[in-house]
């Protein structure tokens, strides 16, 4: 009786440590990074809100990269709920400079230079993780999303209608597609190439060699970067690390889903994905909107942010 008892304790033991294992095996983690300085402080907490608000049981980590934070708004973020703040590493001197950008005035710390750096950084920290920029809100469970890319390596976007030859400027033909093959070239040069979205990217390590690395390897020479007038369009048509991971993006044949409905591989099966930039495209299935700055959408979402000490951040409090 004895013996026959140990043998059924060491089956039960054995079939919870196959269950916990799967557990582990199966289980994704979602991570979420993104970027802001002072000016966009107030944005930056609209998306954390969101989060909250739908993924907060789901949230491993919103890593907080400071390009420009007062000391006072490191310290609000850093009282956030699994919420951390990190310092990106500055490699060139103009990482936070403010450059200007467009004919109307608007200015963007060094070039987005900064970018290609907190990718990187953060694929050392995390093994995939979705990175927003602060003007984007989560609408509903991003479950199936970072499913894709823990499975599948990476989710891209493209934003057609806009070309990728249009905001090419002279540098980047001169300095990077000159290394490549003349059929390259002229892909990339093809009127018909889109623009990739690097406001949203899913990306793990399966894409650290042909897209992640390529494209930090560059930042310190900022003239591939700058919006120098030399665009097919003009001055203000420039798009910094857009259009470098544009570029490498199709070098690599990557996918680049579309705006609004598309299909996301997860578990093996195609699974109908929803996001888009315009207000009036959302509805109830609708996974991301990237909202640019309209942080407020569908209301304030700062309420539902979790503090670590809630007595501290009283709806005053949480004016900022």
């Not at 993780?129 to 894709?148: E, M, P």
């Not at 093809?190 to 990217?201: A, E, F, H």
């Not at 299935?285 to 304030?300: E, M």
Request: glycine fraction near 6%.
């Amino acid at each position: 009786m004895t013996r026959l008892f140990s043998f059924f304790v060491t089956i039960i033991f054995v079939f919870n440590q196959n269950l916990n294992a799967n557990e582990n095996y199966s289980k994704v983690c979602h991570y979420y990074c993104t970027a802001a300085n002072s000016d966009f402080f107030h944005i930056l907490m609209g998306l954390i809100g969101s989060i909250h608000k739908v993924d907060f049981d789901s949230l491993d980590e919103i890593a907080v990269f400071d390009i420009g934070l007062t000391l006072e708004q490191r310290k609000t973020i850093q009282s956030i709920e699994k919420t951390n703040v990190y310092q990106i590493e500055k490699i060139n001197p103009d990482l936070f400079t403010k450059f200007k950008t467009n004919p109307a005035g608007r200015t963007l710390p060094g070039w987005q230079t900064w970018k290609p750096i907190l990718i990187k950084q953060a694929l050392e920290m995390f093994p995939y993780f979705l990175y927003l920029d602060a003007g984007t809100l989560v609408i509903s469970s991003t479950d199936n999303l970072f499913k894709h890319i823990k499975q599948n390596g990476y989710f891209l976007l493209h934003v057609a209608p806009h070309n990728l030859v249009n905001s090419i400027t002279k540098p980047v033909v001169d300095k990077l597609l000159s290394t490549f093959s003349r059929e390259q070239k002229e892909f990339i040069l093809n009127k018909n190439t889109s623009m990739l979205d690097s406001g949203i990217q899913g990306i793990s390590k399966k894409i650290y060699g042909s897209y992640v690395l390529p494209v930090y390897k560059l930042v310190n020479d900022l003239s591939l970067f700058a919006d120098d007038g030399s665009a097919l369009l003009g001055f203000g048509y420039g798009r910094h690390e857009q259009t470098l991971y544009s570029i490498f993006a199709h070098i690599g044949k990557l996918d680049l889903n579309s705006q609004g409905w598309s299909q996301i591989k997860v578990d093996g099966k195609n699974v109908a994905f929803h996001l888009h930039y315009h207000p009036s495209e959302i509805t109830n299935k609708t996974c991301i909107y990237h909202s640019r700055s309209d942080y407020q959408f569908g209301g304030d979402k700062k309420p539902f942010i979790h503090w670590k000490n809630p007595s501290l951040h009283t709806d005053k409090n949480n004016k900022e």
